[in-house]
């Protein structure tokens, strides 16, 4: 839990750096690079620790992709079931799975997290020149990341302290919003 928290915050803490460089400098847009060959360049700034926390960080918003997209309430059909799913269930998640790693390469180079190209020309996109785009993907993710932060730290600081303080064990009224056998 403590590692997620840690990654989540290095993230947000790039993406909002990402965000003053795009508000200082128009070099910060996420466009192909022309002239940099592989091993002339270095693509940050902290040499091979950077390279490897870009790399640990990549490979988070991967996890964190997929899991958000199976968690969401439109897409839980789709999980596969041991033993007993249909074949174009599978097909489905092979495209899922298709399309979130294609935009990863995207997602990553328009976050700030990375500038490197893979085998494609990812960042040759004609919206990737646009800086309100590119300002508002990045402020919307930086936003959207810290409010769900802020949102799961203090509910288990709330739990915590809640059982520190023992009103766990009051005998609190409960009640139920939604009936629990359904009226025929």
């Not at 040499?47 to 992709?65: D, E, N």
Request: aromatic share 12%; with cysteine.
């Amino acid at each position: 839990m403590l590692g997620l928290l840690a990654l989540t915050g290095i993230s947000v803490l790039i993406v909002c750096f990402h965000v003053l460089e795009l508000l200082l400098d128009d070099a910060a847009m996420p466009r192909g690079i022309q002239d940099a060959s592989l091993g002339q360049v270095s693509f940050s700034i902290f040499g091979s620790f950077g390279a490897a926390l870009q790399v640990i960080l990549i490979f988070y918003l991967m996890v964190s992709s997929v899991v958000g997209f199976y968690s969401s309430p439109l897409f839980t059909r789709l999980l596969p079931e041991r033993r007993d799913t249909p074949l174009t269930k599978i097909i489905g998640n092979c495209v899922s799975l298709l399309v979130l790693s294609s935009a990863l390469p995207v997602f990553s180079r328009t976050l700030g997290i990375t500038r490197f190209d893979l085998l494609g020309d990812f960042g040759r996109f004609n919206w990737l020149g646009n800086f309100y785009i590119v300002f508002l993907y990045n402020m919307g993710f930086a936003g959207l990341t810290t409010l769900c932060l802020v949102k799961r730290v203090s509910w288990a600081v709330q739990a915590e302290l809640i059982r520190a303080f023992g009103l766990h064990k009051l005998p609190l009224p409960v009640t139920c919003r939604r009936p629990l056998v359904k009226s025929c």
